[in-house]
């Protein structure tokens, strides 16, 4: 059996275009445009790859796009500063600080810093309740949950009452997806499973899983033997094995593997994200929609 591949990059044309056609609905109808700061610290390569696509992406969806890069050595007290002038920004709807910080920085006081209602990452505190609480509650689901999510309903995955088993329980995917998925209501009423580097025995409960979401971050961690067949399988780890130079550009770019042996498991799940062009692109596209969601709570259109 082949598996039906989940392409992330196709959701995301399909989303992008929803948002693209309720942002021009929203111009012509109140004069607004969802406005997103992103504050880079520092110029890590990863980070700067992540932020320009997320830049490059609010352009194109015609949001007003601010970008703040700043030295690796700016102060704690000036990065607050800094955040605390967007929180006062009217024409600001989502602050991104882009992850990780420099040591110096408590990145949990910066976090805490961005006003609730602007956190389009959803990573403070009061939005993790809001997530815990589920329903209305929920503004800003954080961005590669919400992506998994919506991958699994548009692939058409029945999620109610199925097993679903997440390896890795971080607070920006393990946990928060577990947490959305237990929850009542579409695309969730799920039975859930968090596993993680502690678990006795990983493979028993994989090979429960109707959905298995891995974000371990260890290539090939998930054997194909662990996978039940017609499983849909999710892939979150994005792990740099290596370099190549990319044919398009003649550049040198990172070789990427998820966390599944992709090729054997393709052989036995029923559906499956491969790696690049599955969760990927699904993050920077729901951090779009998050943005979209803040300026129509603001605008009491939501
Ligand atoms: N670094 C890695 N992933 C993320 C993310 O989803 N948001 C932010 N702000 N930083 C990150």
């Known amino acids: 059996m082949t598996a039906k591949l989940i392409k992330g990059t196709e959701i995301r044309e399909e989303i992008l275009e929803e948002i693209a056609a309720e ?3 929203i111009k012509e109808k109140n004069g607004v445009v969802p406005g997103l700061v992103t504050i880079l610290v520092g ?3 990863a980070s700067i790859s992540y932020v320009t696509l997320k830049i490059k992406t609010a352009n194109r969806l015609g949001f007003k796009e601010i970008q703040e890069n700043q030295p690796e050595t700016i102060s704690e007290e000036d990065l607050l500063a800094l955040i605390n002038k967007y929180n006062d920004d009217d024409s600001i709807h989502g602050i991104l600080v882009q992850l990780p910080l420099p040591k110096h920085i408590d990145d949990k006081k910066i976090l805490n810093a961005i006003d609730p209602d602007k956190d389009v990452d959803g990573f403070h505190p009061i939005n993790v309740g809001r997530l815990m609480i589920g329903g209305d509650e929920v503004k800003f689901p954080p961005c590669t949950p919400a992506g998994i999510q919506e991958m699994i309903v548009r692939a058409g995955v029945e999620t109610s ?6 390896v890795g329980r971080s607070n920006i995917v393990g946990k928060p997806i577990a947490n959305m998925m237990v929850q ?18 990983l493979a028993s409960h994989c090979k429960r899983a109707d959905i298995l979401i891995v974000a371990a971050g260890v290539p090939g961690l998930v054997k194909p033997e662990w996978i039940k067949p017609g499983a849909c399988v ?9 370099e190549k130079i990319s044919e398009k550009t003649g550049k040198k770019i990172a070789i990427l593997s998820g966390d599944v042996d ?4 393709k052989e036995i799940a029923g559906s499956i994200t491969p790696v690049p ?10 951090l779009m929609k998050n943005t979209l969601k803040s300026l129509k709570f603001r605008q009491g259109i939501a």
């Open 184 to 201: 009542k209501g579409p695309g969730a009423n799920s039975t859930v499973t968090v596993v993680h580097t502690r678990t006795r025995d």
């Open 262 to 265: 992709f090729d054997a498991a």
């Open 23 to 25: 942002v021009k609905e």
């Open 234 to 242: 999710i892939d979150v780890g994005v792990n740099r094995i290596g």
């Open 161 to 166: 009452g199925a097993e679903v088993v997440v």
């Open 43 to 45: 110029e890590s390569p």
């Open 277 to 286: 062009g599955g969760v990927g692109p699904m993050t920077i596209t729901m």
